[in-house]
């Protein structure tokens, strides 16, 4: 979402060489431990159900993303280059300084309402986590699922975020009303991979833990094994690991997406590649290029690897597990293989 989706509050910084998110937002900073060293930005959007630009590339047509910016820090995510339309750089400033949508529940009930709305599935978690840290504060989410319960409307979920657990009884009430898919994203459960390539988000067993709970509580939960990281988390042990932890969790179904690498992400994730694990640049050269994606043969051989473990561990063998996907982001599987190999669906 571009800044001509939002009205924007004067922050009153009369500071005409300072970003246009400060210039034009109501700034604040909270002085507690889980919030120092962070900014947010609240602004009050026009829109906020929004449009895929490309949905032929993903399995989901429409988004909410109440966040821009993210503390989780995944050193790898596509999104930070958005931070860049805001005059903000996609490393530091896309993980500490963050921009609020206030009123997200307020236009999302808004929008469900219009005559034009047809009621399609609704993805949540694409861009950024919904369940980052800044939603323990400012409790968007419980809105957005109530309204999108009251209207009965499909929705999905995808976060690293365990925060999510604190709105399971919504999350059930509107399974109860509507089709209701999430997922957990855990490419690794290596807790020393996640601290370097993630190392605001809570640890993978964590997330597990998640997805057993909402499975638990019969709201189907599958698992994003993403990224499986080159080098770092792909060899045969780490992903009969990390299948085999995911099938204990009782995931739906498991479907795993390798690292890309876009601009923004790119240069970000390669230079901490060059501080802690400095002899993997070249290889890493060699394997991307100059590209975003691994080759498709690369891609091909980890899908089918992690096809076979799933199979193998019992992924989806729970009552109930194997429901086809809704369309959303809790589906990361549900766009088939072509023939340069698995879709790679933008959700990391």
């Known amino acids: 979402m571009r800044w001509d989706h939002l009205r924007l509050d004067d922050g009153g910084t009369g500071r005409p060489d300072a970003p246009l998110i400060e210039r034009r937002a109501v700034t604040r900073t909270f002085d507690t431990p889980g919030f120092r060293g962070m900014t947010f930005y609240e602004v009050r959007a026009r829109t906020i159900i929004n449009r895929v630009p490309d949905a032929a590339r993903v399995p989901f047509r429409w988004t909410i993303n109440p966040y821009r910016g993210c503390s989780h820090a995944c050193t790898y995510c596509f999104a930070r280059r958005t931070h860049e339309y805001l005059d903000l750089d996609a490393g530091a400033d896309f993980d500490s300084r963050i921009v609020v949508k206030v009123n997200a529940a307020e236009r999302v009930r808004a929008e469900l309402a219009a005559p034009r709305w047809r009621g399609e599935p609704v993805a949540m978690g694409t861009n950024v986590d919904c369940y980052q840290r800044a939603e323990g504060r400012y409790r968007l989410m419980p809105g957005i699922i109530t309204a999108l319960a009251d209207a009965a409307n499909p929705f999905s979920l995808l976060t690293k975020g365990t925060l999510i657990l604190r709105d399971l009884p919504l999350l059930a009430d509107a399974a109860a009303r509507t089709r209701v898919d999430t997922a957990v994203s855990v490419g690794s459960p290596d807790p020393e991979l996640a601290r370097l390539a993630e190392p605001g988000a809570p640890a993978p067993r964590r997330r597990l833990e998640v997805c057993a709970a909402l499975n638990e ?34 995931a739906t ?10 601009p923004g992400a790119r240069e970000w994730f390669l230079g901490r590649l060059r ?34 473990l799933a199979e193998r561990h019992g992924v989806g063998a729970r009552p109930g597990a194997a429901r086809p996907p809704a369309g959303g982001a809790a589906a990361p599987g549900g766009r088939p293989e072509e023939p340069g190999g698995p879709r790679q669906l933008t959700l990391m």
Do not use: K, N
């Open 217 to 250: 509580a019969g709201v189907g939960c599958s698992v994003l094994m993403g990224p499986v990281i080159p080098y770092l988390s792909d060899s045969p042990a780490q992903l009969d690991a990390a299948v085999r932890e995911i099938a204990a969790a009782g």
């Open 253 to 262: 179904s498991v479907a795993p997406i390798v690292l890309h690498l876009r």
């Open 275 to 308: 501080e802690h694990h400095p002899d993997l640049v070249a290889p890493y050269a060699r394997l991307y290029g100059s590209g975003a994606y691994a080759p498709a043969r690369y891609r091909r051989e980890i899908a089918a690897r992690v096809r076979e």
